[in-house]
Every structure is written in C-alpha cells, then in structure tokens.
C-alpha cells in the first residue's frame, strides 16, 4: 500500500543558519560533499559522526527539500504550499530564529496550516522547559524532539520514519474514508432492503385497496393467540364475519370504481367505529405487532372481520356488532351516487383462546352465512347446529357433484286443472332426488344448494330435457285435443346462463315440439328484484313459444301496473293466500282484485294449493281460470298421471264430471 507512491517526500526545513541548510540538503539528498564541509558538520555535530554518513547513506526515499530561514517564512511557505496541493510532509524546526519568532511559536502555527504536519524540534538551548512545550503543544504523536549536536543517521532516520508516518496516516485516511463511504452505500442499501422487506412484508399482511389487515395477518394473530403459554389470562374473544348484501349487484350495476370506493368508506367506517371504543386496535399498523390485539382486516371481496381480544362479555360483542350493523346501513355517496348497503354479520367466541383459528373462523363464517339466508342485514350467533348443518350441505354439495353421472334425478307431475270444468290442462314438473346412500332429499334442502354452487344449471338443463321428452311421450299417447303442457321450475342462474336460449332450443328441436308445449315458471322475487337484468332475456324465450309464468305471485313486492313491461302469460297466486281464505276475509278479497287487474291485462291466473271443495267453489266464484293443488291430485309419477289422465278421458266420454273423479281419485289416495 505504501509503495504504491514513491513520489519525492518535501521536507521543510527552518533554521537560521545556511550551513544549517547546506548539512540538512547533504544528508537527506545524499552528495559527496568537500572536506570543508565536513569539518564544518564536525564543529557543528561533533568529532564522532562517522566518516561515511553522509555520502553512504541509503535513503528509503527521494527527498525534496523547502528552505525557511525564519519562522514567518516558513508559514507563509507552507501556507502557499497547500494551496498548491503540495503539502510539506516533514518539518525539522529550530528553535531559536532571533530577530524572528522562535520554533515555538513557529510550529504552533505551522499546525495551523496541516494539522497533520510531522514536526521534528531541534534544539541545543532552549528556552523552553519540555513540560512547557508540552503545556502549549500538548501530547501529540506528530512531535518529536531532536537534540543538537546530532548525527548523520538520526536525521536520515526521523525524515524516512516520519515520512512513512505521514504518507501512512494520509493513505490510511483515505482507506477509512472510503471504508466509511462503503460502509454508508451498505448502510443505504441495507435500509433499502429492509424498506423493500417492509413493503413486501406489508404487502403480503396488508389488503392494498383499504390498506387493512388481510387474512395471512389475521390468521398470524389468531395463532399467536392460540399458542399463547397462559391462556388462562385471557378473556372472552370474538370474531365478528361481516358481507356487504348484493355488492355484486352495486359492483355491476354501478361500475367496479364504485364498487372499490364503496368498499373503502366501508374500511374506513369499521375502522373509526373500532377505534373509538377499543384502545388496542392498531390504527396504521405497518408491520406485524409482536403482541395480539383487536383489529379489523379485509378478507377479500366484500368481507371482512373484525376481531375482538378479551371482551369482557359475550353482550358487548353483540352491543358492537348492533352498531356496525347501524353504522355501516348508512347510505354512502360515491361519484353522485347515493348507495345503501346491508350487512350481514355472524359472530363466533372462543373463551381463553380454546378454539383453534381455522375453527373460529369457519363458525364466524357459518353465522354470517346463516344471517344472510335468513333474510339479510342481521346479526345471528354461531351455535353447534350450525356445524351440524354445514355438515350436511358439505355432503350434499359432494352428491350433488356428480348426480348427473350417477343418477337418482326424477320428475313428478302434478295437474293443473280448468277451474270451471275441472279438465287436465297442463302438468308441473317437480325435480326429485333418491340418493343411493342419504335416501330420498327433500327438494327445499338440495336445490338452494345447487342454486348457490351453480350446479343447478347443469341440473335444469337435463329437467328442461326431461320434460322435453314427457311432452313427446304424452303426444304420443294423448290425442291432437288433449294434449298438454308441461311447465318447468327455472331459477336466476339457468335465466342469466348465455347458453340458456340455446338448450332451450336444442331440447325443443331434439324431441320434435313446439315451444307452445313448454311452460317457463319463474318466480315473482326473479323478476321484480332484476327486471332490467332479465327482461331481454325474457323476450328471447318468449320468441320461441315457450309461454312464462310468474309463479308464487303475491309474495313479493311486485305491482301488477308494471308487469306489462314483462312477456307474462300467466299469473300463479301463491298458496298461501289460498290457504287462508277460509279463516280470513282479506286474503279472499286479495285474490279478487288479483283476479280481476290481472283480466284487465288479459293475463291469466293459476291458484295453487287447492285442497278443499270450497276453496275450489270460491276460486270459481271469483273467476279463477286454472288451479293446481291435492284437491286434484298430489306430485305423481308420470306412470300415475297417465292413468290418472285415462280415468278423466274415460270419464268425460261417459259424462262423470271432472271434479267429481278428482274427489273419488284424492280419497282412494287417503285410504291407500
């Protein structure tokens, strides 16, 4: 390192005297001097300097030397010296300079110029003591003391040591200064690495559209909560799930920039809300908290959770969840548009971190789900029938899976009748499912299933085939006068499906019907709650032949002025309101003005549910055109109905009114 520069040392030397000079330049620049000269070293160093000194001597290094005879000058020399950038490196000072200042003085201020400045002080009188120097001086390790009469070889010695010094400390300098430039790039970029860590870290625990907590943040608090030492010190946690009601409808409807704000001002209202009543909740948290607290995090979608750590009771979980039900029903308004939102939220405990968190998660997850099909924007509890019924859906969804491979679908059919002479118009088809191992499911408990997995499409493209193929079958058996309709039971999902019209299309083409021949049953809540979503579609079904009917009517919130927007044909009155004509005048008078708007719109009415006589004397009364109940006949195999439909032929043909065989056909039931 060192001898990478071997440039010529400058050495500065400051005496009064000129031989001074004269001896310095022949012992650091190494000439044969003549013998005067030597006799004047010899008066000057003293008899025993060896003969050979100054013109033998090896240097370690070039010398370049600057003359001062006086102390100013030397500074001034110096001074000008650094400017330049050619620093001396060595000073040899005498001590006394009269008339001048003394060397003292001199290397005070030569230090003034390079702190760094090796300084010999050489001296055979002095009028300084050496605690005097070093009280003006100080201890320094750049100060050495050369005493006169001196030789050849001491200052040969302290030029090349001192210079090696100098150099030493200057490359030594430099080495620390870009060692600390390294170490400050290292320093940057390990602060660049961890910032990038930070961020990755945030990213990976943190939702970036509301800049909660996410799930991976959640479920590291959850665990931590779990595997906590001393559970026995904690209190009564909860997890509260929450689902924003028919976001999808808002997201679609309205656009997904609105959708996202929406879901924002959701964050931000859980989050002021919880902060407001619990002190642990982290407001910005960046990292991971090292201790488990209370927070609210984003799931994805529009679900959230808001976790609470030792409540002091199961009450003012409930009291809090009341609140963020209220707080977030509030309508939002987002790019001029008014929004409202329900919520439905379901809440899980644990008490002393007992449960697991995957656990706790799915029993919040059940009760928010139980909330939601229990009529929305409500709160409801998690409790172990729940895991009972989840269970169960689990099971049926996996039958459900494959059921069209393996079978066990069938359709039953029960008669709609002409009210007035009681003649078989029509059938509606009902889906039925014998598993071979859960039995006989009752078709409230699959099809909401199938509904909600999407299977129901795959599902009612092979009902609208079957029934496809009974009308085939009855045309065959019945005659060009008698011959019916069937009527099939589709949901939203198979009305939205983009190949819906075509599986329509194909199954009327492969059996060889007209649309005329097939019923559409749609529910009344379908219709009016999408209208705009599905009146096209309506349109596009109606163009086949295929005749629509709005079924369950009166359950909703319809209005019959508008439903000349849609392509209805009939108008089914829910059962309901049939069942209770009997005990209450209202529904009776309910079903006339139904009735009678619906003529108005030349829409005709189907009343389902009929079991009596009276009921069907009633419907009569009032001018009902069709209806459909087990006063007739009960869902029936189609093996059933065919004899069923031979028995009233052959009745007709021997004048046996209708009515009259259905009440025979209905007891025989009984008795069976």
Known sequence: MLEAS????RILLVDDEQAIHAAYRTILVNKQVDTALDDLEAALFGDDLPQSSSATSVNDWQYELLHAMQGKE?????AREWELGQACEVAFVDMRMPPGIDGLETIERLWQVDPQLQVVMCTAFSDYSWSEVIQRLGLRDNLLLLKKPFANEEVLQLANALTHKRRAEIENGLQLERLQEANQRLRQEIIQRKSAEDRLQHAATHDQLTKLPNRNYLRKVLVERFEATDKSKHGHDAIIFLDLDNFKTINDNLGHVVGDELLIQVAHRLQSLLCGIREDVVVEPGTLKEAPHSLVARLGGDEFVVLLLDSSNRDEVVGLSELLLSHLSSEYVIEGHVVNVGVSLGIAYTENGTVPPAEL???????MYRAKYTGKNRIAVFNREMHVTVLRRLELESALTGVLKEGGLRLVYQPIFNVKDGKTIGLESLLRWDHSTLGSIAP???????????????IGRWVIQEACRTIAMLNQTLSQETRLS???NVSKRQIVDPGFVKDLELALST????????????????????????????????ALGIRLYMDDFGTGHSSLSCLHRFPIDVLKIDRSFVSTMESNDDYESI????ITLAHNLNTTVVAEGIETQWQLSRLRDLDCDLGQGYFFSEPKPLTDILELLQNSISADAVGIPPATLSSISLMNTACS
């Open 486 to 488: 069937v009527a099939v």
């Open 591 to 594: 079903i006339h003005a139904i």
């Open 444 to 458: 409230l408990e699959f099809i909401p299933v199938a509904e909600e997995t999407g299977l129901i499409v795959g």
């Open 6 to 9: 071997r440039a010529p040392a």
């Open 361 to 367: 998660m799915r029993n919040a997850d059940l009760a």
């Open 74 to 78: 030397a500074i001034e020399l110096a």
């Open 511 to 542: 059996n060889r019907i007209g649309g005329e021949q097939l019923t559409l049953e749609i529910t009344e809540s379908l219709i009016m709650n999408n209208p705009e979503d599905i009146v096209d579609r309506l349109h596009e079904i109606r």
